[in-house]
T-cell receptor
Framework: AQKITQTQPGMFVQEKEAVTLDCTYDTSDPSYGLFWYKQPSSGEMIFLIYQGSYDQQNATEGRYSLNFQKARKSANLVISASQLGDSAMYFCAMREPTGTASKLTFGTGTRLQVTL | NAGVTQTPKFQVLKTGQSMTLQCAQDMNHEYMSWYRQDPGMGLRLIHYSVGAGITDQGEVPNGYNVSRSTTEDFPLRLLSAAPSQTSVYFC?????????????FGSGTRLTVV
């Protein structure tokens, strides 16, 4: 079974509108973390937002918020007031403990295109 | 600037050649890791290290070797390159072993094996 599932290969949104990128995850460990990264066409991985499994409130970072529904095992990224510069690939990732360390597992990504 | 530095940015290899992808960080991060990114498959973990002298395998370790002789450096070696290793490679580091402080990625190395 996939650890991280992103079911939207591509999304379009108009400038200034909000958009939700879906992410579901699968783990049996109670201690985990969820990340969202942005990858523009230039290729670098840019950290956007983080949610820990024990965090009581949904994470927010500027125009980014994470809709964390623990019982449903979903961690959707919400981008408010989309801008042309938001056009990029977006990856959801989960940090899980592995013995004394941790590992990060990525989804397959969603390509977001912001239009005028 | 502080961060994760990967070299080279681009490389073309012939099948069977060997090479080392370099990764260095100056943030005194304990945790370092290597990922490969292939189209439609996201990033997959190759190897990781939680400190000097300690390495472990990730999801796709075959064909790759690593070592960690210093905190700063974590090179990835391809002993005999194969076309299936054509990919973009990312190095990432994190403060502490648990990753709860987030991961910093390098800018990537685009490798083509012909």
């Amino acid at each position: 079974a996939q650890k991280i599932t992103q079911t939207q290969p591509g999304m379009f949104v108009q400038e200034k509108e909000a958009v939700t990128l879906d992410c579901t995850y699968d783990t049996s460990d109670p201690s985990y973390g969820l990340f969202w990264y942005k990858q523009p066409s230039s290729g670098e991985m840019i950290f956007l937002i983080y949610q820990g499994s024990y965090d009581q409130q949904n994470a927010t970072e500027g125009r980014y918020s994470l809709n964390f529904q623990k019982a449903r095992k979903s961690a959707n990224l919400v981008i408010s007031a989309s801008q042309l510069g938001d056009s990029a690939m977006y990856f959801c990732a989960m940090r899980e403990p592995t013995g004394t360390a941790s590992k990060l597992t990525f989804g397959t990504g969603t390509r977001l295109q912001v239009t005028l | 600037n502080a961060g994760v530095t990967q070299t080279p940015k681009f490389q073309v290899l012939k099948t069977g050649q060997s090479m080392t992808l370099q990764c260095a960080q100056d943030m005194n991060h304990e945790y370092m890791s290597w990922y490969r990114q292939d189209p439609g498959m996201g990033l997959r973990l190759i190897h990781y290290s939680v400190g000097a002298g300690i390495t472990d395998q990730g999801e796709v370790p075959n064909g790759y070797n690593v070592s960690r002789s210093t905190t700063e450096d974590f090179p990835l070696r391809l002993l005999s390159a194969a076309p299936s290793q054509t990919s973009v490679y990312f190095c990432a580091s994190s403060y502490g072993r648990t990753g709860i402080y987030g991961y910093t990625f390098g800018s990537g190395t685009r490798l083509t094996v012909v």
